[in-house]
């Protein structure tokens, strides 16, 4: 059973560019959500995914957005770049949007923004 | 409003040395609360968790943790640390009811020495 996949893994751009990152889930999971991990810090909650609608989303400006697939699989999309947003970004999957759910989480993808 | 502060951003063992963890969290309804283990270069693994019942959590690899509601704390332990333990570890707590956003400490590095 495969676990939750992110793709790509590293990822290098200039300012003021945009970027997708990709998500699939753990197979029977419906909920995905995601995660901003800036280096030597815990991850930041950006938003959860549930029936393809947001959820919830944490403070995270609209250059953020999301995309949840019928197939339960996810896209970050992240518009004119900043270099703060230089960052591991976690995408996690669980069985539900319930809080005691426990989240899976994939290896990350690692963007630079140059 | 929610917190977490993670005591120690770096921890340092023996190899068969008691394992303390800290952490202290804010919540303003029952909390849910997380301990996650983050090797290099690879996402988050759920260690344990308290959604509710029984206050002391065990989780894998030999860790526990305790609720205590009075002192609003949730520490890690491991009576043993094996060297396969360095990692960085997250505390993180989440509401249990309303709205989910996940809140994460800023990590602890766990060093282990022969």
């Known amino acids: 059973d495969a676990g939750v996949t992110q793709s790509p893994t590293h990822l290098i751009k200039t300012r003021g560019q945009q970027v997708t990152l990709r998500c699939s889930p753990k197979s029977g999971h419906d909920t995905v959500s995601w995660y901003q991990q800036a280096l030597g810090q815990g991850p930041q909650f950006i938003f959860q995914y549930y029936e393809e609608e947001e959820r919830q989303r944490g403070n995270f400006p609209d250059r953020f957005s999301g995309h949840q697939f019928p197939n339960y699989s996810s896209e970050l999309n992240v518009n004119a770049l900043l270099l703060g947003d230089s960052a591991l970004y976690l995408c996690a999957s669980s069985l539900d949007e319930r809080p005691r759910e426990t989240q899976y989480f994939g290896p990350g993808t690692r963007l630079l923004v140059l | 409003a929610q917190s977490v502060t993670q005591l120690g951003s770096h921890v340092s063992v023996s190899e068969g040395a008691l394992v303390l963890l800290r952490c202290n969290y804010s919540s303003s309804v029952p909390p849910y609360l997380f301990w996650y283990v983050q090797y290099p270069n690879q996402g988050l693994q759920l260690l344990l968790k308290?959604?509710?019942?029984?206050?002391l959590v065990k989780g894998i690899n030999g860790f526990e943790a305790e609720f205590k509601k009075s002192e609003t704390s949730f520490h890690l332990t491991k009576p043993s640390a094996h060297m396969s333990d360095a990692a960085e570890y997250f505390c993180?707590?989440?509401?249990?009811?309303?709205?989910?956003?996940?809140?994460f400490g800023r990590g602890t590095s766990l060093i282990v020495h022969p």
């Open positions: 993180a707590v989440g509401p249990s009811g309303g709205s989910y956003i996940p809140t």
């Open positions: 308290y959604t509710t019942g029984a206050t």
